[in-house]
């Protein structure tokens, strides 16, 4: 099992930054990715970013050029520094681990508010 933890949300002005934290722990294997998904208030949750145990990066078009993930393999940790914020980005904000254990298997985090007010 693995368990995910999210900090750093918050209420910011638009314009401003947060820096989002994910810390994986249990039983987590050396490949595997970790990313960010968002579901704003009534709507579908969402990809926001994701980076591979290899560093490779993915990101949504809307939050290209705002937006940097990171992870830190050693602390089993992922982050996401948010600047530029839109009121469009007000969401719950999820971490999400996948990693193969006979099939792939997806964990996510019990989610983080982020509030951009205008």
């Known amino acids: 099992q693995v368990q995910l933890v999210e900090s750093g949300g918050d209420l910011v002005q638009a314009g401003g930054s947060l820096r989002l934290s994910c810390a994986a722990s249990?039983?987590?294997?050396?490949?595997?990715?970790m990313g960010w998904y968002r579901q704003p208030p009534g709507k579908q949750r969402e990809l926001v970013a994701t980076?591979?145990?290899?560093?490779?990066?993915n990101y949504a078009d809307s939050v290209k050029g705002r937006f940097t993930i990171s992870r830190d393999n050693a602390k089993n940790t992922v982050y996401l520094q948010m600047n530029s914020l839109k009121p469009e980005d007000t969401a719950v904000y999820f971490c999400?681990?996948?990693?193969?254990?006979?099939?792939?298997?997806?964990?996510w985090g019990q989610g983080t508010q982020v509030t951009v007010s205008s």
């Open positions: 980076i591979s145990s290899g560093g490779s990066t």
């Open positions: 249990g039983r987590i294997f050396s490949i595997n990715a």
């Open positions: 999400n681990l996948n990693q193969f254990e006979r099939a792939v298997r997806s964990y």
